[in-house]
């Protein structure tokens, strides 16, 4: 059973610095590549940061040069580095494998709970 747990979510404020965590179970997970999303109050999901197994990492623009994207294949977890937050960083966190590509597609339908992320100005 695929199964992705975030954690780490929290109240920062503007100009701060935050960790996020995710354990993944069930996939092959040193094999895979995956990806941070993030989802703001009536607004669509959308992929963040992705690594794929060979450490390659794609971000996107919004997040360039502040989020960093890392894994630790042996405890199966990705983590997503977040420094010099802004207000508009304000959103629910996900994580996912992603189909390696030019188009980055989600794997998987299943999704965990997320983790809240508040950035106050």
């Known amino acids: 059973q695929v199964q992705f747990v975030e954690s780490g979510g929290g109240l920062v404020q503007a100009g701060g610095s935050h960790r996020l965590s995710c354990a993944a179970s069930?996939?092959?997970?040193?094999?895979?590549?995956m990806g941070w999303y993030r989802q703001a109050p009536g607004k669509q999901r959308e992929l963040v940061a992705a690594?794929?197994?060979?450490?390659?990492?794609y971000y996107a623009d919004s997040v360039k040069g502040r989020f960093t994207i890392s894994r630790d294949n042996a405890k199966y977890t990705v983590y997503l580095q977040m420094n010099s937050l802004k207000p508009e960083d304000t959103a629910v966190y996900y994580c996912?494998?992603?189909?390696?590509?030019?188009?980055?597609?989600?794997?998987?339908?299943?999704w965990g709970q997320g983790t809240q992320v508040t950035v106050s100005s």
């Open positions: 690594i794929n197994s060979r450490g390659s990492t």
């Open positions: 069930g996939i092959r997970f040193s094999g895979n590549a």
């Open positions: 996912n494998a992603i189909k390696w590509s030019d188009t980055l597609a989600t794997m998987y339908n299943s």
